[in-house]
């Protein structure tokens, strides 16, 4: 596998259910991201972790927790959905090089399609 | 003042033709600007990136435009062909020491025959 992978593709969850998504780089790098993509709207920042600790929350729903367990692995935990949820979730990863300058550049995967009924 | 705004919503230009994106930023402190490219099914996967100390960088057929004193920036697709038909999403940050995007809201491109 090279590249941010996600598992699942597609995911199709009642509001009561309990879910989660998986997000895997292969990139050595030491951030990783959680957007939220949804139709006509902007991606939406939910999380980042940076070496491992979140640095970043938009404030998210509680429904929504996250999880890094190391550098290379993001999960990101649902519960309780509702329905206005449903969108593409996207797992991004980059090198972040800290205050000591440098640009980073952010890969994504291709993303979990969320469907809450 | 953490908004990107990108127009238009969609855009179809002809096989050969000049596709042109158009992106504004508020924040003067945002000194990198991506574009990244999409297509269906895949994530968003970053196509070219300019910083404010040039005014142009082209890679290929894609060029972005920077103007800083009016805070916006452009992406100019040359010869534009069907297999760039995605969506496009310009964003803004600060190069250094901090790690959000703020993105646009996309441009769906359809290159037609």
């Known amino acids: 596998e090279t590249g941010v992978t996600q598992t699942p593709r597609h995911l199709v969850m009642g509001m009561t259910n309990k879910k989660s998504l998986k997000c895997e780089q292969h990139?050595?790098?030491?951030?990783m991201y959680w957007y939220k993509q949804s139709a006509k709207k902007p991606l939406e920042l939910m999380f980042v972790?940076?070496?491992?600790?979140?640095?970043e929350n938009n404030s998210v729903p509680s429904r929504f927790s996250p999880e890094c367990p190391n550098s290379s692995h993001l999960f990101l935990h649902l519960h309780t959905l509702q329905p206005e949820d449903s969108a593409l979730y996207l797992c991004?990863?980059?090198?972040?090089?800290?205050?000591?300058?440098?640009?980073?550049?952010?890969?994504f995967g291709p993303g979990t399609r969320l469907t809450v009924t | 003042q953490q908004q990107v705004k990108q127009s238009p919503q969609s855009l179809i230009v002809q096989k050969g033709g000049i596709s042109i994106i158009n992106c504004a930023y508020e924040n003067t402190a945002f000194d990198y600007f991506p574009w990244y490219q999409q297509f269906p099914g895949k994530g968003p996967a970053l196509l070219i990136a300019?910083?404010?100390?040039?005014s142009e960088k082209k890679e290929g057929r894609f060029t972005i435009s920077f103007n800083k004193s009016a805070k916006q920036f452009s992406l100019h697709i040359m010869d534009s062909q069907p297999g760039d038909s995605a969506t496009y999403f310009c964003a803004a940050s600060r190069a250094f020491g901090n790690e959000k995007l703020t993105f646009g809201t996309g441009t769906r491109l359809t290159i037609i025959p």
């Open positions: 990139l050595g790098h030491n951030a």
């Open positions: 972790y940076s070496l491992e600790e979140r640095v």
């Open positions: 991004a990863s980059s090198q972040v090089r800290g205050l000591a300058g440098g640009l980073y550049e952010q890969y």
């Open positions: 300019i910083r404010p100390d040039v």
